[in-house]
């Protein structure tokens, strides 16, 4: 929705000069009134009725969105619609508790930074893609609880300097890179240190250390191990997770701040933790990435 300007522009009316300030507060009233009226969105009469599948952004569909591109575990192939992988299942998982069938659900994709900006132009319901919860964020944005607290992880080259490091204050003459606006950044520069490379994307970022314009990445574990994996970084290796990384505020679903599905959606998550899926949810498409990591020393 565009801003309204703060400057009232001049309005003439087809009046006398004499009219009364009474009839003008009246007619005032009026149009603010029809304006009201005719302004109202196609979703006016969902809310009315308390349907909260005719409260979207386009009734009768749930619009999610989610990064471009997107990796392992959180989506398999980057194909969302499938369902396959955690952040995937996850969505669809809430979405069904909200009362909306897998064919409503309807993939969009965002650049990460714009998705959360403040005053950006939010044209999906929710969007899910490994966003940190965090108290900057909740004044644009609104997150549901979260659905997973990941550590950071440390990845370097087989053959760089690093390879066998087992400290973190030994990380500290390195040249560390990390994805700007992200927990992993805050992390490193609060406790490695401040002097950090940063990039746009996790794609940026793998190229940088490959090519060795960094000497380290710091990224969440499981997309620590999905980037060794899959070789985003040729001959990389997982040094360590950060001790005392673990996000305790997690990561959580944002919807546009003040959406009529936050609610819902924040209930849909508490009855998914509770219930015991987001549990198994995690165990099916996470186990791999988060355990036999060791941590590192301070």
């Not at 989610?66 to 996850?90: C, F, L, N, R, S």
């Not at 650049?111 to 319901?125: E, I, L, S, T």
């Not at 030994?170 to 927990?183: E, N, P, R």
Request: charged share 25%; hydrophobic share 35%.
């Amino acid at each position: 929705m565009s801003s309204i300007s703060k400057k009232a522009d001049h309005m003439s009316f087809p009046f006398s000069k004499g009219i009364t300030r009474a009839l003008a507060t009246a007619l005032g009233v009026t149009a603010l009134l029809a304006g009201a009226a005719g302004c109202g969105g196609s979703n006016d009469s969902g809310a009315k009725s308390g349907d909260i599948t005719q409260q979207t952004y386009e009734p009768g569909s749930l619009t999610v969105a989610t990064g471009q591109p997107t990796y392992e575990p959180w989506v398999i192939d980057d194909k969302p619609e499938t369902g396959k992988g955690y952040e995937a299942a996850v969505a669809y998982a809430v979405a069904e508790k909200m009362g909306f069938k897998k064919s409503q659900v309807k993939w969009t994709r965002t650049n990460f930074d714009q998705a959360v900006a403040p005053g950006a132009q939010k044209d999906w319901d929710m969007n899910i893609q490994q966003f940190s919860i965090t108290p900057e964020r909740k004044k644009s944005v609104d997150f549901t609880p979260s659905y997973y607290n990941e550590t950071q992880a440390v990845v370097v080259l087989k053959s760089g300097k690093y390879a066998d490091t087992t400290s973190v204050n030994d990380l500290k003459d390195g040249m560390i890179g990390a994805m700007v606006g992200t927990t992993s950044y805050d992390f490193t520069a609060s406790k490695i240190k401040k002097d950090i490379k940063t990039f746009n994307d996790n794609a940026a970022l793998a190229q940088a250390l490959s090519s060795n314009q960094i000497d380290a990445l710091v990224i969440d574990t499981p997309d620590a191990v999905n980037m060794v994996q899959t070789g985003q970084v040729k001959d990389a290796k997982i040094i360590g997770q950060l001790p005392g990384s673990e996000d305790k505020e997690g990561m959580g679903i944002v919807l546009p701040k003040g959406s009529p599905l936050t609610q819902e959606a924040s209930k849909a998550m508490d009855a998914l933790k509770k219930d015991g899926t987001i549990q198994k949810l995690q165990e099916e498409w996470l186990k791999e990435y988060t355990t036999d990591i060791p941590k590192l020393k301070n």
